[in-house]
């Protein structure tokens, strides 16, 4: 197929259930003098009717129409509304939405989001996938899922969570893994992204995909699609979680107080919610405490300017108030989504690195209560970085809740603000209280000069 999987043309009523438009490219294999074409349908009966209109065979119209547009005798192209030009693009460049997402959790899928859905229902049959429900895919003829077009010019991705076979779902076989295609002139012709194998996804996993140069246009749709299965209630696969969005372009800070959150700043965040549950520096806080397959949250891609900062507060427990977890919460970074570095690797006596440090991965007794963490990156520009909080291990617990808060990535406050502040950016600091000045150097409260303690105290 040279990567340009195609659907059989024989259609059924869930597909064409109203009125849709089919464009095929035909092959110099049906080109000559004599070609003849037949639409028939094998068996029937007098209760049911089909209907054709608008036939046309003949020389290729400009781009086939982009799939939004009838072509008409001498090939030109008459467009759907909304579209112009002799290809029949959008007229105005923000006809399509630049960001589409579902979780589907609600009880009935999203017409705004999905052209067409076959052989899957809202589910949880295949186990937690994301969270919540899943688009669950188990049934005997078609199994696909394609979105409406969504505008990704410029730097764009596409998310998504999927697991085949999982959470006790039967088995796939080879050849039956799901596809991911594009198409960028309306589903006449598909492009595929990437084979998502079987093999890989028998326990769920997130993949953030960026989109390649020829797939950013102002109106691109996509599709999972299983082209092989063994019938109904086989090799059964589900999907949650899509997002298909552009990255901001040029960003080089993130200023987050999640009061209210800055949703372009992230692409991925699972397992949490906005809450005053934690209380915290500036609450509100982001809180994880839900029962989900992930507890995570990912930042969109960040340039590095020369000496800059990563700061956050975090309380594993919050305070003692609630159970915390037993997992590690560790925080990692990623120029391509697909590896993952701590975001500090531990420097230990005896090991030729310097200075000693902690790894950036962290334990409740570390922060039963709130604390700030900081790191400083070299003076270098470090571009499209990715940075990440997750909790390491599974099945977590509505009752161990964790909490971040006050997040800045982006330029070095002056003196890092001594260490006894928050930087707000543009060279600002909010000082701890005790201490004030434009970096926090100057102590306003009485400090101690000595401390003692031992066991027994």
Not at 20 to 32: C, E, F, H
Not at 83 to 92: A, L, N, W, Y
Not at 236 to 254: C, F, G, Q, R, S
């Amino acid at each position: 197929c040279h990567d340009r999987y195609v659907l059989k043309s024989s259609y059924d009523s869930p597909t064409f259930g109203t009125w849709g438009r089919v464009t095929i490219p035909l092959s110099s294999a049906v080109r000559s003098p004599y070609s003849a074409f037949q639409w028939s349908q094998p068996s029937f009966t007098t209760a049911t009717s089909w209907a054709i209109s608008d036939i046309y065979i003949g020389s290729e119209c400009p781009g086939m129409c982009s799939g939004h547009g009838v072509c008409r005798t001498g090939g030109t192209c008459d467009c759907d509304r909304g579209f112009s030009g002799p290809k029949c693009v959008p007229s105005t460049a923000n006809l399509f939405p630049q960001r589409v997402e579902d979780d589907f959790d609600g009880s009935q899928l999203s017409g705004s989001t999905w052209s067409i859905v076959l052989g899957g229902t809202l589910s949880t049959a295949c186990g937690t996938i994301g969270s919540g429900k899943s688009l669950y895919f188990n049934t005997a003829g078609t199994r696909l899922a394609a979105t409406k077009d969504v505008n990704v010019s410029g730097s764009s991705y596409i998310q998504f969570s999927i697991g085949i076979s999982s959470g006790g779902c039967e088995t796939a076989d080879a050849n039956e893994d799901v596809l991911l295609q594009y198409s960028t002139d309306g589903g006449t012709t598909w492009t595929l992204l990437q084979v998502i194998r079987y093999s890989s996804y028998r326990t769920p996993a997130t993949l953030t995909i960026d989109l390649p140069s020829k797939a950013e246009t102002n109106a691109t749709r996509f599709r999972w699609w299983q082209t092989q299965h063994s019938g109904y209630n086989f090799d059964n696969w589900a999907l949650d979680d899509v997002v298909v969005a552009a990255y901001p372009k040029n960003l080089t800070e993130v200023v987050e107080d999640f009061n209210p959150m800055k949703n372009d700043s992230w692409v991925f965040v699972r397992g949490g919610s906005v809450s005053s549950a934690c209380g915290g520096p500036t609450a509100p806080s982001f809180v994880f405490n839900e029962a989900s397959a992930q507890r995570i949250i990912k930042s969109t891609r960040i340039t590095f300017k020369p000496n800059s900062t990563l700061q956050f507060a975090m309380s594993i427990g919050c305070g003692g108030v609630n159970d915390y977890p037993t997992d590690l919460i560790a925080v990692e970074y990623s120029f391509d989504d697909q590896t993952w570095t701590p975001m500090q690797s531990a420097c230990q006596l005896g090991q030729s690195c310097s200075p000693y440090r902690f790894q950036s991965s962290y334990r409740h007794d570390e922060f039963p209560y709130w604390r700030r963490v900081t790191y400083f990156f070299p003076a270098g520009n470090i571009a499209a970085i990715l940075v990440r909080w997750r909790q390491t291990g599974s099945g977590f617990s509505t009752s161990k809740i964790w909490a971040i808060d006050d997040i800045y990535i982006g330029s070095t406050c002056p003196m890092g603000c001594h260490g006894h502040g928050q930087c707000l950016g543009a060279g600002r600091c909010r000082c701890d209280p005790g201490y004030s000045g434009p970096t926090c150097s100057v102590v306003t409260d009485s400090l101690r000069t000595s401390l003692r303690g031992d066991r027994k105290s």
